[in-house]
């Protein structure tokens, strides 16, 4: 059996994530791909099991900050779409699961979808927060990105197969957002 997890993030600061690794690799007897972004190190338990091997992805370049925001979002979005291509759909073995780290919901969602239907491996979404609350801090809760982002998040976030969260507020708005209660399972932080 074998589990992926993605994290377009710093791994190493992302315990959560670290631990659901742990828990695939010495609980569940998987083997574990991690695909994230180069970074912080891991803690010793996920660099010492030879059941959890990671593949880091470069994070989007520094120059993007002086972009103007909008400019900056799609490249960035390009640039993780690229290395999430060539990482999902050509370097890693076929998966039973992929464990997504949320947010960021784009471009991630579609393209680890597409995957798992490509290679019937079951979806299951970790929601820490939601991405387009995250992009309405920089561009204001009216801005038609942050409103796209919404109904994107909303609408692809309902075709995982199971979904973690982290408080029982969270449930109950993805219950809203007509994801069945039943595929649900809080694992408070």
């Known amino acids: 059996m074998r589990a992926q997890v993605v994290v377009l993030g710093d791994f190493g600061r992302s315990p959560r ?16 791909d991690v695909v994230a972004y180069e970074g912080s190190k891991p803690t010793e338990a996920i660099m010492a099991d030879p059941k959890i091997h ?4 470069a994070a989007p370049p520094g120059f993007l900050q002086k972009l103007p925001r909008v400019f900056a979002l799609l490249f960035k979005i390009c640039f993780q779409m690229w290395q999430l291509i ?19 919901c784009i471009p991630t969602f579609t393209l680890c979808q597409t995957a798992c239907f490509l290679r019937r491996t079951r979806l299951v979404i970790d929601w820490h ?19 796209l982002a919404k ?4 609408y692809f976030g309902r075709w995982a197969h199971a979904h973690l969260c982290v408080t029982d507020a969270m449930k109950e708005d993805l219950i809203r957002w007509g994801i069945p209660g039943s595929t649900i399972r809080v694992l408070h932080d």
Do not use: C, D
């Open 54 to 57: 990671l593949h880091l992805i």
């Open 129 to 147: 927060n939601y991405g387009f609350t995250l992009l309405a801090l920089s561009l204001g809760k009216k801005h038609p990105l942050v409103r």
């Open 151 to 154: 109904w994107y998040e909303k």
């Open 86 to 104: 060539m990482v999902l759909f050509f370097k890693l073995p076929h998966a039973n699961y992929l464990l997504l780290q949320n947010p960021p």
């Open 17 to 32: 994530m670290q631990y659901h690794a742990i828990s695939l690799s010495q609980q569940a007897g998987y083997e574990v």
